[in-house]
């Protein structure tokens, strides 16, 4: 079937929009990850001991905040429906609304933190000291916890209008705060891994209390019409958009999740294989990035699409961001299986870990198509505001798949690590195949007129 010239230019443009939009979101994801990484390298220089409570704190926190996250990423699509449909004026009342729920979201966040983290880090089963720093962390990185929702529904207000550089550049703000006030309360103050909570929290106030002055004076959202709508809390558009964000937050649980229960695993088979594992998924996380910038870039293009009610460009804009996403991939995927001795060897010289680690990356370079489809898929499904059973397919493929495949070539064939890791391929190779499945069936719908959003 040939494509005609003004099919043509439409998917000229698409890419062009698509790149532009994504390029300074995939910055913004690599600066977020770069102040997980800044944290462990600060800590690591002043002593390994700090260095792990730090690591097993964040993880606790990570994961406790995941879920508020998702609930806020549910402002994007939103935003960005209103956008494509010419309504920017609703986007003000909308966003102020965002923000009564992340606030909310965000004190449920530090009061879970505060009442589950011991427990949470007694049951990794690490010592009583190392427990102890691990739990400062938590309790002095919680106060921060209302700030990242906040901040992340600044950006998805921001990034819905297709404005991705303001995100860009307080994302590298944050780096740059958190930089001195970690070296300060870690080295000259001594404070240890509460020093690093109490820079994590510091940085996260900062950086929202910047963004938030940055959208109420620039004038690039006085058309947002900020004087209407409630000025306190609606309970109707906050459950609105809580119906949207929750089935999101499951999703992200679900996947963090089975990470964390693999690192669990992993642990029983001593240190040379956690090492080996920290590394492999560090460098996993490094390049999934890439893709997650691709996939916020679709979720707005959808939204954008939809809110145009151009079924075409739907599908158009989701076909675009999978493109790109895979193609990022599959050079990631080259690089980690030409190199992964050399990749291995950045993070440590101690040639045992260099070894398993070298192995566990030829698996990573393996999920990495997987994992740039199903990122890409969800977001697609994101921007038409799909979310409950999008949260049903990424259970089923991280505990009904995944989990399973994993402990069985673990621990019944004796496969030992490695195991874990096919297992998830095997978990998001299944759900970038749901996933695009329900996008491809519901856009088509949508095209037919069998289904209105």
């Known amino acids: 079937m040939s494509i005609t010239l003004t099919e043509q230019a439409d998917l000229g443009g698409e890419i062009r929009a698509t790149i532009r939009l994504a390029l300074p979101l995939v910055l913004t994801q690599l600066a977020g990850i770069g102040t997980n990484v800044l944290e462990i390298v600060l800590a690591g220089h002043l002593n390994p001991r700090v260095m792990g409570a730090v690591a097993v704190g964040t993880n606790v926190w990570g994961f406790a905040v995941m879920g508020m996250i998702g609930v806020m990423m549910a402002l994007s699509p939103n935003i960005a429906q209103l956008h494509g449909a010419g309504r920017r004026g609703e986007a003000g009342p909308l966003f102020r609304q965002g923000l009564w729920l992340g606030g909310l979201v965000g004190l449920i966040a530090v009061a879970l933190l505060m009442l589950l983290g011991p427990p949470l880090v007694a049951a990794i089963g690490i010592d009583d000291g190392l427990a102890a720093e691990a739990i400062a962390f938590i309790y002095w990185a919680a106060p921060g916890a209302p700030a990242l929702a906040l901040y992340v529904g600044c950006r998805g207000m921001t990034e819905g209008l297709s404005m991705p550089r303001p995100s860009l550049f307080f994302g590298i703000l944050g780096l740059v705060i958190l930089a001195p006030l970690g070296w ?113 870039a679709t979720t707005v293009r959808v939204g954008n699409a939809v809110g145009r009610g151009d079924y075409g460009a739907v599908r158009r804009a989701a076909a675009i961001g999978l493109s790109l996403a895979l193609l990022s991939q599959a050079m990631a995927a080259v690089l980690l299986l030409v190199v992964p001795a050399a990749i291995a060897g950045v993070y440590t010289t101690d040639p045992n870990v260099v070894a398993f680690a070298t192995g566990l990356l030829f698996l990573a370079a393996l999920f990495q198509l997987s994992d740039g489809a199903q990122v890409t898929a969800a977001a697609a499904l994101r921007g038409l505001k799909d979310a409950r ?65």
């Open 184 to 296: 300060l309360f870690l080295f000259p103050l001594g404070l240890g891994a509460a020093g690093m909570g109490m820079a994590m929290t510091l940085t996260m106030w900062a950086q929202f209390a910047a963004f938030i002055a940055f959208i109420r004076t620039s004038p690039r959202y006085r058309d947002l019409d900020w004087h209407n709508g409630k000025r306190g809390p609606d309970a109707a558009v906050m459950r609105s958009l809580f119906r949207l964000g929750g089935p999101m937050a499951v999703s992200l649980l679900m996947e963090s999740g089975l990470f964390n229960a693999t690192a669990l695993v992993i642990g029983r088979f001593g240190d040379v294989a956690v090492s080996g594992h920290q590394i492999a998924l560090s460098v996993a996380s490094v390049t999934f990035m890439v893709p997650l910038g691709f996939a916020i």
């Open 389 to 453: 059973m999008p949260m049903l397919m990424t259970t089923v493929a991280y505990w009904c798949v995944g989990m399973p495949v994993g402990a069985l070539l673990t621990f019944t064939f004796g496969w030992g690590p490695p195991g874990m890791w096919v297992g998830l391929i095997g978990a998001l190779s299944t759900a970038a195949g749901l996933l695009w499945w329900r996008f491809a069936r519901l856009s088509w719908r949508m095209k037919a007129g069998l289904v209105t959003l």
